[in-house]
């Protein structure tokens, strides 16, 4: 009978394969799905998301500790599957069930971390051990020490195979209710699978055992660098290109699934060539991104955007590379590496989510992190130690490298004023480290190449800034342009490279943009100063504070804003004087909109603005048939909810339409000077003044709801 492990003419996946593709697909689609059903209890406040990102890089670090004290520990084996075993079958009984909502006076980042602990905590730590209890097991039980390393690739698939399939078909054909009911059971049963097929048989190898683990730090830094610089690159990449270059729904998806796709095939014989290739195109890669965020072009943004997730494909590849060139051959090291590699992704994402918005008042860690790709590539990526110094190919390139250098300072001044400059220094940079690479040399190549992007921390800073802002959101920048809009100077907010306001220094007190008087929410404003001579307003989402252009004496107006530093920005007068000029009553609550809005009586406002669209993201759970029956809830009678609905790349009006007619309501919508609003009201009277001003009866699509979005549907 022929070892699981052994060679056969034609290859099958093995029962250990595929039950750690499994189980890596549990752990990875439980993320969105607990996202999903908590979201709308709490809200998107930065403390939430925080919460979450720091208990998964826990639970999962946790595993990896386990599963390595299981492995060197062979009298604690048996009790600790059983352990395991036990609280896991616990936790699939009671998972979700005890999940109910936190109180007034609870504070809810603690209760998220304590609800996800203890209703998901166990299950999820008996799932990520899965891949290397069952290496272990698979060489205990014959099977080649190279083949079980195949399991990382495994794992990963199962892991994208999550990614992809989550947002376009799970959620979308199930809904969340249906996902959490089988989820519990079915992570239950794959962690009983993984400890029969880890329990230690008598023929158990001892030899496996007795032999020494990594040595740490010595053998481990380097994993733990590469893999931290691995997972904090594609997050950081993501952050850039979303908020940047195409804030698209969905879009994120992309560079995490590279970053899984360079772990599988850094593990596949087969691909050895392209792991090569990608690793010779590191640093001309890494050079020409570092243009790109010197330049800060709006042109080309399809080429941008392909580079951009060139480079992460590359970097990755080279980083996995690397790390599967680090794998230990004896089976008894094996663990060491896991949990080496852990400790490093945990450091990259907990670096890049939690720690760079808090440290740095810009998105300066994407240049720290092409710092340390190119830097690294001068550490021999087995031995851990510089690649020797070069001899006479270094004069040529110091020169090569101080050239391109300078070429990047002095080009960088006129990129703004022409696209031509802006592709000529992509150009220069990319065969000036077309050369570099052709002389060899990967140490003095990467210290090269590292010193090229640190420009773009030093050159990030327009002139035109006169305030900058790092929270978790995002980075919020005050700009000072002269003589646009033919009213002279004016002072923008910007989130990424999207516009959230502008005012005109001659003219403060006129609304602009998208909500000009000229706009659809500008003829809601008038007619509602028409209806009611002293309105009660509520705004979810601040910006500029440009609304309030419209409130007069008598209104009373309560803005709930998720972001402070967009609250502070707003009212400094410094920067806009809309919050600072206004003679309505201002009341301002800094939180998440559907949460805060749950807790105001009904029929407190006789206009609901929902205005809450971040660097053009969707803010799913307040488009929802949920959200907007509780915003109707809050409307007096006669009330009006408008919904900024203006985006590239999402028609959210059949969202709106359908949601409305779901609770008996009407939706009609307009646009006008590229504003596009969706109104929606419980009476056709409600509206009848704003059909007069051009406004159609909204399309009507499939409503979202907290079970299930169709997101895909709502795609231009």
Not at 66 to 76: D, I
Not at 363 to 387: S, W
Not at 445 to 472: I, M, N, Q, S, Y
């Amino acid at each position: 009978m022929r070892p699981e492990g052994a060679p056969a003419a034609r290859r099958r996946p093995t029962r250990t394969e595929l039950l750690v593709a499994l189980a890596a697909f549990l752990v990875f689609a439980v993320q969105p799905l607990a996202g999903r059903r908590l979201l709308p209890r709490l809200g998107g406040t930065p403390a939430v998301w925080a919460a979450s990102l720091v208990v998964f890089q826990t639970l999962y670090l946790l595993a990896q500790a386990l599963a390595h004290t299981l492995a060197r520990r062979p009298a604690w084996r048996r009790p600790g599957l059983v352990v395991l075993l036990g609280l896991a079958i616990a936790n699939a009984v009671f998972t979700w069930r005890t999940w109910g909502a936190p109180g007034a006076q609870d504070d809810p980042a603690l209760w998220l971390v304590g609800t996800l602990a203890l209703g998901l905590g166990p299950l999820v730590t008996a799932l990520a051990v899965t891949t290397p209890l069952l290496h272990r097991a698979f060489v205990e039980r014959g099977g080649a020490p190279e083949r079980a390393w195949r399991l990382v690739a495994w794992g990963s698939a199962g892991s994208l195979a999550a990614l992809l399939l989550y947002p376009t078909l799970l959620e979308p054909a199930f809904g969340v209710r249906a996902l959490v009911s089988v989820w519990g059971p079915l992570a239950a049963v794959v962690v009983a699978c993984v400890a029969v097929m880890a329990w230690p048989r008598a023929r158990a190898s001892a030899p496996i055992e007795r032999e020494p683990g990594l040595r740490w730090p010595r053998e481990t830094w380097g994993l733990v660098l590469r893999a931290a610089l691995a997972s904090g690159l594609f997050l950081a990449v993501t952050a850039h290109i979303t908020t940047d270059l195409a804030p698209v729904p969905l879009l994120w998806v992309v560079p995490l699934g590279l970053f899984l796709l360079a772990s599988i095939l850094a593990f596949v014989p087969r691909a050895e060539g392209l792991v090569t290739l990608a690793g010779r195109s590191v640093v001309p890669l890494a050079v020409v991104v570092a243009g790109l965020l010197l330049a800060e072009r709006t042109e080309w943004m399809p080429v941008q955007l392909l580079v951009f997730l060139a480079f992460v494909l590359a970097a990755s590849l080279d980083l996995w590379g690397a790390l599967a060139r680090r794998r230990p051959d004896d089976p008894a090291r094996a663990t060491g590496w896991y949990l080496a590699t852990a400790i490093g992704g945990a450091l990259g994402g907990l670096g890049v989510g939690l720690l760079a918005p808090w440290c740095l008042n810009g998105p300066y860690e994407l240049p720290l992190l092409l710092f340390g790709v190119v830097a690294v590539r001068g550490i021999h990526p087995t031995t851990g130690v510089m690649a020797p110094r070069p001899a006479w190919p270094a004069v040529l390139k110091l020169v090569l490298g101080a050239a391109l250098v300078i070429t990047l300072f002095e080009a960088t001044a006129s990129l703004r004023a022409e696209s031509v400059g802006f592709l000529l220094l992509v150009v220069l940079a990319t065969v000036a480290t077309l050369l570099l690479w052709l002389a060899g040399r990967p140490a003095l190549l990467g210290g090269l190449a590292a010193l090229l992007v640190l420009p773009t921390l030093a050159l990030h800073e327009d002139f035109d800034v006169v305030a900058r802002e790092r929270t978790f959101f995002g980075t919020h920048t005050v700009l000072a342009v002269d003589g646009s809009y033919d009213e002279g100077g004016h002072h923008r907010l910007l989130h990424g490279r999207t516009i959230h306001g502008v005012q005109l220094e001659r003219k403060p007190g006129l609304p602009t943009l998208y909500y000009g008087r000229a706009t659809p929410i500008g003829d809601v404003m008038e007619d509602l100063a028409a209806r009611a001579p002293t309105p009660r307003v509520g705004i979810v989402g601040l910006g500029a504070g440009t609304l309030l252009a419209y409130a007069r004496e008598g209104w009373s107006v309560r803005v709930i804003e998720i972001d402070e530093a967009v609250v502070r920005i707003a009212s400094d007068p410094k920067l806009f004087t809309f919050v600072h000029d206004t003679k309505a009553a201002v009341t301002t609550t800094v939180g998440d909109g559907r949460r805060e809005l749950e807790h105001l009586p009904a029929g407190s406002f006789d206009l609901l603005v929902v205005d809450a669209f971040s660097s053009d993201a969707v803010p799913v759970h307040l488009l929802t048939r949920e959200a907007v029956q509780g915003d109707l809830r809050v409307l007096a009678d006669g009330g009006l909810a408008a919904f900024h609905v203006s985006s590239q790349y999402v028609d959210l009006v059949p969202v709106l339409g359908a949601a409305a007619r779901a609770d008996g309501a009407l939706a009609v919508t307009k646009t006008a000077n590229g504003s596009h609003w969706v109104v929606v009201a419980r009476r056709d009277e409600d509206v009848a003044a704003l059909r007069a001003r051009g406004f159609e009866d909204a399309a009507v699509g499939r409503a979202w709801t907290d079970d299930r979005v169709h997101l895909l549907d709502a795609l231009r």
